[in-house]
């Protein structure tokens, strides 16, 4: 498995999925398109935006799964680190003795292109193959046993799942902003949604962030009046 970089508490969202956030951002034009067309009335008693409340809710439950997905990815990672191998040293190619350097400097062009090298700097890069050779043959063995380690304690497992949870978040995120909002309660569900997924940094657009602080105030402000 790889060294999939696992997020840290406040961190934002891993750079892989800054395509998802831009395809949420400005992907949407399809499903926005289809919206906005005429709706059947909803029942008297249901407020206009109680299906994006209850997806608000949704997306709750969505981020409490990513975080709990999250944490077990990191017990298994901390299990696994107890169980892993020592590492091969670093290998780096060893600089060039000065008799082969030396020897080396008086072959020809066509000397190189016909493989007729001195016999004593032929020796030394026949070593330093070997060296080389050896060191990934070891590299090799040691990447295999974590991957045995990490697939019998079940964090190949756990990674799959944290990724499924983060799709499964997309996927609310993406029917969120799909829904036309018609009362200010219904934005705020769309602006908690950007923090939860942390689109607002993902945009850098200042005038978007701006006119959402100013919803958010407006809101707190209708909030106390009534």
């Not at 298994?76 to 020592?86: E, F, G, I, M, V």
């Not at 997309?170 to 309660?185: C, E, Q, S």
Request: proline content about 6%; overall charge neutral; charged content about 25%.
């Amino acid at each position: 498995m790889p060294n999939t970089h696992v997020l840290a508490a406040g961190e934002a969202m891993p750079a892989a999925n800054v395509s998802r956030r831009l395809a949420l951002l400005g992907g949407l034009s399809a499903a926005a398109a289809l919206a906005v067309m005429p709706r059947a009335h909803a029942a008297p008693a249901e407020h206009p935006d109680a299906e994006l409340f209850r997806l608000d809710k949704e997306m709750d439950k969505a981020a409490a799964a990513m975080k709990e997905a999250l944490r077990a990815c990191r017990r298994l990672d901390k299990k696994c680190a107890k169980l892993y191998p020592p590492a091969p040293a670093n290998w780096e190619e060893p600089r060039i003795p000065e008799d082969a350097r030396e020897a080396f400097a008086t072959a020809t062009i066509g000397d190189t292109w016909g493989g007729k090298l001195p016999p004593i700097y032929a020796a030394w890069r026949k070593g330093v193959g070997e060296q080389r050779t050896a060191y990934e043959a070891l590299r090799i063995a040691h990447r295999a046993k974590v991957d045995d380690i990490q697939r019998e304690v079940g964090a190949d497992a756990a990674e799959e799942a944290f990724e499924a949870s983060i799709s499964a978040q997309y996927d609310v995120a993406g029917r969120i902003l799909a829904l036309p909002a018609n009362t200010l309660a219904g934005v705020l569900v769309k602006l908690r949604m950007a923090d939860t997924m942390d689109l607002q940094s993902a945009c850098e657009n200042d005038a978007l962030v701006s006119i959402a602080a100013d919803i958010r105030r407006l809101a707190t402000v209708g909030q106390a009046v009534a």
